[in-house]
């Protein structure tokens, strides 16, 4: 059998083609999953200590995202929330740089970024547990 060669760039954009539509047919198999069979997956943080991670409620919230119930949302997982536009601007920078380059290599802002997020997703994770601020628990 006889391969074609394509460019680099074209061959970069063909795997991201593949990788998105990856994620996409992983994405729907998930979401008939939680809907069709109502089956989600368990947190195990939340199941051996009782406490809430950071990431708890998240499918919750991705659901309410599809049917575009902002408040409901909110009231899952408030952190996730706040940041999609945030996640959304690296990933498009992040693919941008490996699109025009071939490498995706971080910055040092980029660096800083993610140092920042993991901070404020540790402090979420411990405040959502607190008493006074139960209302950051997932409902």
């Known amino acids: 059998m006889r391969s074609i060669n394509l460019p680099a760039e074209q061959r970069r954009r063909l795997k991201k083609a593949g990788t998105a539509l990856l994620a996409a047919f992983v994405a729907g198999l998930f979401y008939t999953m939680l809907c069709a069979a109502g089956y989600a997956i368990p947190c195990v943080f939340h199941t051996v200590t009782g406490l809430y991670c950071p990431g708890c409620g998240i499918s919750r919230m991705c659901l309410a995202l599809l049917r575009f119930d902002f408040g409901s949302a909110f009231q899952y997982n408030a952190a996730a929330l706040l940041t999609l536009p945030v996640f959304a601007a690296w990933g498009i920078y992040t693919l941008y740089g490996y699109l025009k380059t071939g490498t995706s290599r971080p910055t040092g ?7 920042a997020l993991t901070a404020f997703f540790l402090l979420f994770g411990v405040l959502r547990n607190l008493p006074g601020l139960s209302f950051l628990a997932p409902v």
């Open 109 to 115: 802002a980029v660096k800083c970024l993610v140092w």
